[in-house]
């Protein structure tokens, strides 16, 4: 896509296109002010002043836009996204107020991924320009998180495997100045022994590892972020069917946002010790593949028997929170495409939020309405707890029956957080089905921005 930094500029005056913006209320009487071949024009054009409608109205030897929006005194992160996306290239303003969250749309609404296509037709840019210049870092930099998502997901499993969420987590290493280590092999083995086991079937360029970034003032108070990194799901041995199995290279988009969360902490520059972990594996068939039946060791000490090898997200994860409540954070964060059962229930625009402290979700919450983020929260119900007893270890992995299935994935991964450690659990699609202004088909930050204020709030 066109660079992000250049697609709001500071306005100093410079030659622009007047965006106006309007709803059904106010379009009479701003009509009133318009030429009657102006009139004419927009009634052409069948505008009424509906969200997401615009026309284009000639003015002498140049043109403007008439923009509908539902509040123009109150503008959302998407109401100038689709003009982002359709207008010609050029440089625009708006007239009649300021663009504020709208920048974030304007930004991701000409989001492409073109990696792969031997032609780009996309257009050039389409600049906007604002008076609000004190927050053009911050909605630019948001939009940039929300790309660098869209892009990791979006990216064919043999290129987005272990080895690139690595490179990944080395370039953020590299740009903030912090330390990574990375484990696997015996290491992982020994120290990670559920990440090894569910990724030891994959082939060698595609083996397991964990990566752990440390960054920050160890006097500041520790924030651990956590992302479930699975390049690719085949199911294993419980192997999904094929329409299950076509879109599971977005099953890695849980260390996509725990990327970019960690990118938008240390680039702001936020007074925490950030522990960033991503456990990366691709769940492949092999002889090497682990089975139905098979009981594994963790770190944390708790021996899990496999019901299920499709549940593997939960399993690699709990040996990385299990990791990071060995720092005693104030606050564990993780993001995963953990059930299909979240989806079920809240569709493809709601991830899951689930927490143990009732003011901490509420936070999050609030949070991500605020910033055209929502998320909803579903409970950690200590009756279904139950469904992952285990004849033989000390839990399963998942329940023998269909009931509560992101709630019961939760309850697996509560048992690996240390105890009375705040911790905020998003089971996130991160992934649009359909494309909407601003929200590009393919991946998509779903929690990221909600996360990002609440714990900017906190530690701000």
């Not at 410079?14 to 002010?33: C, P, T």
Request: aromatic share 8%; proline share 5%; hydrophobic share 45%.
């Amino acid at each position: 896509m066109n660079e992000p930094k250049a697609l709001i500029r500071p306005d100093r005056g410079e030659d622009a296109i007047a965006i106006h913006l309007v709803n059904k209320d106010s379009l009479e009487a701003f009509a009133k002010g318009l030429t009657a071949g102006q009139r004419a024009s927009l009634a052409a054009q069948k505008f009424e002043g509906g969200g997401y409608q615009y026309a284009i109205i000639p003015d002498g030897d140049s043109w403007f836009v008439v923009s509908g929006v539902a509040n123009p005194d109150s503008l959302s992160s998407w109401c100038l996204a689709k003009l982002a996306d359709e207008l010609p290239e050029g440089v625009y303003r708006v007239a009649n107020a300021e663009a504020g969250p709208a920048m974030f749309g304007w930004i991701t609404g000409q989001y492409r991924f073109s990696r792969y296509k031997s032609e780009d037709k996309a257009h050039g840019p389409r600049v906007l320009l604002t008076a609000q210049v004190g927050q053009i870092d911050g909605y630019t930099a948001e939009a940039q998180a929300e790309c660098l998502v869209r892009d990791m997901v979006n990216a064919p499993p043999e290129d987005m495997g272990p080895a690139a969420l690595e490179a990944e987590c080395e370039r953020l290493a590299k740009a903030h100045k912090a330390e990574l280590t990375v484990v696997r092999g015996d290491a992982l083995e020994q120290g990670y022994p559920m990440v090894h086991a569910v990724g030891r079937a994959a082939a060698r360029h595609h083996a397991p590892r964990l990566m752990h970034l440390v960054w920050g003032d160890p006097a500041h108070p520790v924030l651990a972020v956590v992302g479930k990194g699975v390049c690719f799901d085949s199911g294993g041995l419980n192997i999904k069917p094929g329409s299950g199995m076509r879109l599971m290279k977005k099953d890695m988009g849980g260390a996509a946002h725990a990327i970019a969360l960690a990118g938008l902490i240390m680039g702001a520059r936020l007074k925490v010790r950030l522990h960033l972990l991503v456990p990366a594996v691709e769940n492949a068939i092999s002889g090497g593949a682990f089975r139905p039946g098979d009981v594994l060791a963790s770190r944390k000490g708790l021996t899990v028997e496999i019901d299920n090898t499709d549940a593997e997200g939960r399993l690699i994860l709990g040996d990385a929170l299990t990791r990071a409540s060995e720092e005693n954070p104030d606050l564990i964060v993780d993001f995963a495409t953990l059930t299909g059962a979240a989806r079920v229930a809240l569709g493809p625009d709601l991830p899951a939020l689930f927490a143990r402290r009732d003011e901490t979700a509420e936070a999050f919450l609030a949070a991500g309405k605020a910033h055209d983020d929502t998320g909803w929260r579903l409970p950690l119900h200590e009756a279904y707890r139950e469904y992952l007893v285990s004849d033989v270890a000390d839990m399963a992995n998942s329940a023998a029956n269909p009931f509560a299935g992101a709630s019961v994935a939760g309850l697996f991964l509560d048992r690996f957080v240390g105890e009375g450690i705040d911790w905020v659990h998003y089971d996130t699609f991160a992934w649009s089905p359909a494309p909407k202004p601003g929200r590009a088909r393919g991946g998509r930050g779903l929690g990221l921005r909600a996360s990002w204020h609440a714990i900017r709030g906190r530690y701000a």
